[in-house]
């Protein structure tokens, strides 16, 4: 982390109390566009108990104002009384983003983060030229080199830059070659203030400048250099702001405010050919047209992007840091997150003298996490807000900064947005068109009874999306035609009593999807055709009393798939000849009465398959005739049928003469000849009736094939 030159300006949200402040309302009222009235924001009417609004806790906090990047240890809550939100074990605080000037160019110092603009003649090819940066970093004098200005690549071109020692170095072709120059002094700017540098080549005289902003303009650092007077030559590389060398190049780390290029050694009289003033910008803008007509690209790689800052706001590292504040009075209101990336309203619950954490996506019990994580402001009311409330205080962060609500319809990654935010009671019905991953999305959001149709068209993973929702009652008829992975999608939602025919025609992993859901009584005949893992997919789901003939003539892993659906009185005769495991797969299913005659030709093991079915008294002939596995687990047929003590002794004959018709050994090839498995069990339990003699000729057979028998606990 590096250093914070305003360690005793500390930004401050107070959070806590059930009494608000007209003050604060009233300046929101203020602000508000001309169509919102005043008594839409009367203090009864949205009485707040959190209210941080980024411009205005930033720019006056703690009894200075927030420098921009400076730590954010605490937030203040514009609504009076109440301790204040404080950050005491992050590992990286927050920095608070607060416009340099009327805006400029946040660059963090990571590749790929930097403005260019294309290339152009003027650009390049031409004699004397200067060239000027403005900006401001906390690393002036880290021992850092960082980039200024550059058109450069490997083929040539020209870069300024400021060397770890704090000289200026300046690099360019002409065609006799390459030219380099240092500055003879270092530079005198004031880490964390604005800074300017300018390079001019006046014939073969190489003129380094800088300007601290202090009433003395531009100063020469050091005495001029000799260079030289040819043209420069004319490449096809963009010019870059903050890199050279196509966004790699020793990035700059802070604002850049504004660059230019003149192809004339008088600056401050000629006009320059490339003039960007990033406050021309809007503010968090992709692009923008400079004054002399530039399109100007704001590039931007990593967790912590370059950003065109023009409006206060927060930036949160989405690992540890997250705001503790304790509630005063219990809370069943409504709270509106507003952030860089868009802005939501949810009804949420908060109990009384409970410690919360605020983070950039709401208030959540686990750690940062998800792509919402530069906050522009919050507000939580202790009852519901009203749909025009709501829109409004919307519209009002909006205007401060924020994305809209329909932001959120670029978003393609939607991954552990709100898990977790288990204070929500309700969830908005946001734009999510382009979302294609929504893992974990909203695991943990325990409190949430319903959820609304939104458009999920686009998403392909849905892995853990509802995990643990577990007060869903319901669920709506989503789009998933896309997805292809459902691992644990509604993994312990156990209040759930229905579930719709969603279209699953795509999906492929099965594994724990609705596991825990027990609460369902029934489920629909979803196309699982392309289903390949169903391992757990029905793990105690130990309210359904009948099952669909799906299409599983894909499946795989039938791994402790109904296991514990303790309900289910019968059982369909679904496609298994793909499935090479079936441990668990029956096991607890204690209302079983019979067993379909389905085909596990494929299985390397039915470990466990059926243990604990204690209804079960009828088990199919033939079962296992054309049973014909590549190879076998050791303990195969490790308790397949323990505790099956309803078992016929007709059923123990079909089991045992099946699996003796299979011809397969007890090898872990399965063939004659091969290696005995170590544990070559067959386990059954029945009713204790008289065994048939083709029951006791099938047993001498197996024995024969490396087989052991296993009956009522005595061996064979």
Not at 34 to 44: E, M
Not at 154 to 164: C, H, K, M, N, P
Not at 186 to 192: A, C, E, I, T
Not at 587 to 611: D, G, H, K, Q, V
Request: with cysteine; aromatic share 12%; charged share 15%.
């Amino acid at each position: 982390m590096r250093k914070n030159r305003r360690t005793d300006e500390k930004l401050s949200l107070r959070l806590g109390t059930l009494v608000p402040t007209q003050g604060f309302t009233q300046s929101l009222t203020r602000s508000l566009t001309s169509r919102v009235t005043r008594k839409l924001f009367d203090p009864l009417s949205l009485n707040p108990i959190i209210a941080f609004e980024a411009e205005k806790s930033m720019l006056a906090a703690g009894g200075g104002d927030a420098g921009n990047l400076d730590l954010v240890a605490t937030l203040e809550n514009q609504v009076s009384g109440g301790a204040n939100a404080t950050q005491t074990t992050a590992s990286n605080q927050s920095r608070a983003h607060v416009p340099v000037g009327d805006g400029h160019l946040y660059l963090p110092a990571v590749s790929g983060n930097y403005a260019s603009v294309p290339d152009a003649d003027n650009l390049d090819g031409f004699g004397d030229f200067a060239m000027e940066f403005v900006g401001s970093s906390e690393d002036w004098h880290a021992g850092l080199a960082l980039s200024l200005i550059g058109k450069w690549t490997s083929s040539g071109g020209y870069f300024v830059r400021l060397q770890a020692n704090g000289t200026l170095f300046f690099l360019y072709n002409t065609s006799g070659g390459q030219n380099y120059h240092y500055s003879t002094a270092s530079h005198n700017l004031v880490d964390g203030e604005k800074g300017g540098i300018r390079v001019i080549r006046d014939g073969s005289s190489i003129k380094f400048y800088e300007n601290l902003y202090a009433g003395n303009g531009w100063q020469q650092i050091g005495s001029p250099v000799s260079g030289s007077a040819t043209t420069l030559v004319n490449g096809s590389q963009p010019l870059e702001v903050g890199t050279y060398n196509g966004g790699t190049a020793y990035p700059f780390n802070g604002s850049v405010i504004s660059s230019k290029v003149w192809n004339s050694a008088s600056p401050d009289t000629a006009s320059p050919v490339l003039d960007i003033d990033f406050s021309d910008g809007d503010h968090k803008a992709s692009s923008f047209t400079c004054s002399t007509g530039q399109t100007v690209t704001i590039n931007t790689s990593g967790n912590d992007p370059a950003t065109i800052v023009r409006k206060s706001f927060m930036r949160m590292d989405l690992v540890d840091d997250e705001y503790e504040f304790t509630t005063g009075s219990a809370v069943n209101g409504t709270i509106v997150v507003a952030t860089l990336e868009g802005t939501y309203s949810a009804n949420i619950s908060l109990d009384a003298s409970t410690q919360y954490d605020l983070q950039a996506r709401g208030v959540a019990s686990l750690a940062s996490v998800g792509f919402l994580k530069n906050p522009v402001g919050y507000l939580v009311s202790s009852s519901p807000l009203s749909e025009s409330e709501i829109s409004s205080m919307e519209d009002y962060f909006v205007d401060k900064g924020a994305a809209p609500r329909s932001d959120f319809g670029s978003v393609t990654d939607f991954a552990e947005a709100w898990y977790n935010c288990s204070s929500l009671t309700s969830f908005p019905a946001i734009n999510t068109s382009s979302g294609t991953d929504f893992y974990r999305t909203w695991r943990g959001c325990n409190s949430l009874t319903s959820f609304p149709l939104i458009n999920t068209s686009s998403g392909t993973s849905f892995s853990n999306a509802w995990r643990d929702c577990d007060s869903l009652t319901s669920f709506p008829l989503i789009d998933t035609s896309s997805g292809t992975n459902f691992f644990a999608a509604w993994y312990g939602c156990s209040s759930l009593t229905t579930f719709p025919l969603i279209d699953t025609s795509s999906g492929a992993n099965f594994s724990n999807a609705w596991n825990g859901c027990s609460s369902l009584t029934s489920f629909p005949l979803i196309d699982t055709s392309s289903g390949t893992n169903f391992s757990s997919t029905w793990f105690n789901c130990s309210s359904l009393t009948s099952f669909p003939l799906i299409d599983t003539s894909s499946g795989t892993n039938f791994s402790s798939t109904w296991y514990g659906c303790s309900s289910l009185t019968s059982f369909p005769a679904i496609n298994t000849s793909s499935v090479t495991d079936f441990y668990r797969a029956w096991r607890n299913c204690t209302s079983l009465t019979s067993f379909s005659l389905i085909n596990p030709e494929s299985a390397l093991r039915f470990r466990e398959s059926w243990y604990g079915c204690t209804s079960l008294t009828t088990f199919p002939a033939n079962f296992f005739d054309n049973w014909s596995p590549p190879s076998l687990y050791s303990k195969t047929f490790d308790n397949a049928w323990y505790n099956c003590t309803s078992l016929t002794a007709q059923s123990v004959e079909n089991i045992l003469t099946s699996i003796d018709t299979s011809g397969i050994y007890g090898t872990t090839s399965g063939a004659s000849g091969g290696t005995q498995l170590a544990d070559n069990t067959i386990d059954i339990d029945y009713d204790g009736s008289t065994l048939s003699s083709a029951t006791t000729t099938a047993i001498t057979s197996l024995k024969s094939k490396n087989w052991a028998i296993n009956i009522n606990n005595v061996i064979q």
